[in-house]
């Protein structure tokens, strides 16, 4: 399942494969064309290794004719994996996808579980859980130096922390090699697979995340308890993921989220009649993750959740990491 691991361009000649449904996906963003099925668009960019709002920001930005944006994605993300794109195709066509495609899988199923039964009732019972060691200390340590290259800051110099940011604690690098490590490692994706049952997931392609302490002049940039889907009944299974790069204590910013919210939240949500549930304070029930460098916390999408204000010593550094399954269920009404 090596969901963004690219091809090398000179070796291949440079040229992007065909790939179903781009064509229609540009000429959506660039000419007004019919929109492309939302999943499908969704699955498009992870098999590509595209962010979203990179994405989006280059079609909408130089209306780009769509022999140039084939160039920029080989140029951007390199050339998609070949399983990648024929699990994609097979989605699709409703095939299988290639034998080789379908072996990768096989070697997720027969992995050791990731997630003890411990973890998996944690899971069930608060709907979070933190994958332990998701990656190494040398690959957690070279997530560290990109996130202070893309932050423009320096451990060492607390001033340099807080530039101006257009993301706000976001940071938008998506293609880098230390970003994979996350991306690919067998534990992330078996833990994943336990969750949903499958290991026929895709990836994200997420972004970094940098939360300096907050100080005069620079309050917390992140949002608040929040939600990123519909709260139309019911709300469906799927889940989100934070990497810590770095230790990370209860008081640095770390992930908080209401626990166990995912199996109350569809008879909530009906009890609360016209007011609107985005607008509920629920922050005498959020509870603070701790971590330590290269853990992995997951949790499941009906969690009220979002990254915390920072009034420690320290920034939080962050990278974002999911995995999701093609027939995850996407409500077209947003509440």
């Given amino acids: 399942m090596s969901a963004v691991v690219h091809e090398n361009p000179v070796e291949t000649g440079g040229r992007l494969p065909e790939v179903a449904c781009l064509h229609e996906f540009w000429a959506a963003h660039v000419q007004g064309g019919m929109p492309v099925q939302q999943m499908i668009e969704r699955l498009l960019l992870s098999t590509l290794g595209l962010g979203n709002l990179q994405t989006y920001r280059f ?7 769509f022999a140039e944006f084939e160039d920029w994605i080989v140029a951007t993300a390199g ?34 579980p990731a997630l003890s039964e411990d973890d998996l009732a944690h899971w069930e019972e608060h709907g979070f859980v933190v994958l332990h060691n998701a990656i190494t200390g040398p690959e957690a340590a070279a997530l560290c130096e990109l996130v202070w290259q893309q932050a423009g800051g320096r451990p060492d110099e607390p001033d340099s922390w807080y530039s101006e940011r257009e993301g706000g604690i976001m940071l938008a690098c998506y293609q880098h090699p230390a970003l994979e490590a996350a991306r690919r490692s067998p534990r992330v994706r078996k833990a994943f697979a336990q969750l949903w049952g499958t290991a026929n997931l895709f990836v994200t392609i997420d972004q970094l995340g940098f939360n300096p302490p907050e100080r005069e002049g620079h309050p917390f940039a992140g949002s608040d ?21 770095s230790d990370t204590s209860a008081d640095q ?3 908080r989220c209401v626990p ?16 609107d549930p985005r607008a509920i304070d629920l922050h005498d029930r959020e509870h603070y993750v701790e971590g330590r460098a290269g853990d992995l916390v997951i949790w499941h999408q009906a969690l009220p959740h979002g990254a915390s204000p920072n009034r420690s010593d320290k920034p939080r550094l962050a990278q974002y990491v999911n ?3 093609p027939d995850m269920v996407i409500r077209s009404r947003w509440r």
């Fill in 59 to 65: 079609l909408r930005s130089g209306q780009p004719a």
């Fill in 79 to 112: 050339l998609p994996d070949s399983n990648t794109l024929s699990r994609y195709h097979g989605w699709l066509t409703d095939l299988p996808p290639s034998i080789e495609a379908q072996a990768e899988l096989a070697e997720v199923d027969a992995m050791p």
């Fill in 253 to 255: 910013g770390a992930f």
């Fill in 323 to 325: 995995l999701y399954s």
């Fill in 225 to 245: 308890l929040h939600w990123d889907v519909s709260l139309a009944a019911p709300v469906p299974f799927a889940t989100q993921g934070v990497l810590y790069l």
């Fill in 260 to 275: 166990g919210f995912h199996r109350t939240i569809d008879a909530w949500v009906a009890g609360l009649g016209s007011a």
